[in-house]
């Protein structure tokens, strides 16, 4: 069951946030949906899923992107859950540091306590939070994905580990490489212990180097963005791509940035 935080009327269709209890998770998960206005005869419409980064809960993107106006135009649903699961008992960093624990599940499968008991965001977005949609609004299994950062690492990691659930993946300055990372080793050590091994099934460019299915890609990174060399590498995906003859078109930005100021000025043509 779903329970209506809040609901507004926005270019015709109509902004809500819901919460439901996750059996994924083992707590309780607040989630964003807009719904142009083609669903409102129950219509069913295609769906973006988007994965917000670092520190983001479901109210970033639905708040400052502007994306709701042109999925207006275009009839399609987006749906934006949580960065991480959260709640009473849900462990965090013991330094509340903003890349590990809450509002940084990294859209990983933890395997390590304390972390495994609630830590499972890559299940979560991959299954249950698309069922829990699909059963409830008026959408297709059309689906695509997108995120920024730490969520457009998450979002390029699900479409190219599962080829056949996206129709498309886009990104904005995704984590590219993140067992080559700062903040990919920190989570990804904590989450899934010592063994890298482990660790390459949640990194974007060694699975596109090794990809046999290919989903389209594209990427926007700007040239400004102060993550860019330490935390990003884009070059990492681009060199992966080149050798596989992957589908990706990666776009560099003069004077862009981090922030949501850069994914509002390209975020039309992604939903295009």
């Given at each position: ?7 507004n009327k926005m ?72 960065t991480s699961p ?159 003859g992957y589908p ?25």
């Open positions: 069951s779903i329970e209506v935080v809040s609901s270019f015709g269709g109509w902004q809500h946030q819901y919460n439901h209890a996750s059996s994924v998770l083992n707590c309780q998960m607040r989630f964003a949906v807009y719904l142009p206005p083609q669903a409102s005869n129950m219509r069913k419409v295609p769906v973006m899923y988007w994965l917000s980064g670092l520190t983001c809960t479901d109210e970033n993107f639905m708040q400052k992107a502007g994306a709701q106006r042109i999925a207006a135009e275009l009839g399609i649903a987006i749906v934006a859950p949580d959260r709640g009473e008992g849900v462990p965090d960093d013991v330094n509340q540091a903003y890349d590990f624990g809450l509002g940084a599940g990294f859209y990983v499968n933890a395997t390590q306590a304390p972390w495994n008991t609630h830590y499972q965001m890559y299940d979560y977005v991959l299954n249950e939070l698309p069922e829990l949609i699909e059963a409830n609004f008026p959408v297709t299994q059309e689906r695509v994905i997108s995120g920024h950062s730490m969520g457009g690492h998450g979002a390029l990691v699900m479409a190219l580990r599962n080829p056949e659930r996206y129709r498309s993946v886009t990104a904005f300055s995704p984590i590219s490489n993140p067992v080559n990372c700062p903040w990919g080793q920190k989570a990804l050590q904590n989450y899934l212990g010592k063994d890298k091994t482990t660790w390459q099934q949640y990194d974007a460019s060694l699975l596109m180097a090794k990809a046999d299915k290919f989903v389209p890609a594209m990427v926007e990174q700007g040239k400004d963005d102060s993550f860019l060399d330490e935390q990003l590498k884009p070059y990492m995906l681009t060199a992966a791509a080149e050798k596989k990706l078109m990666l776009e560099m930005h003069d004077g862009y940035d981090h922030s949501y100021y850069f994914i509002a000025t390209f975020i039309e043509k992604h939903m295009r």
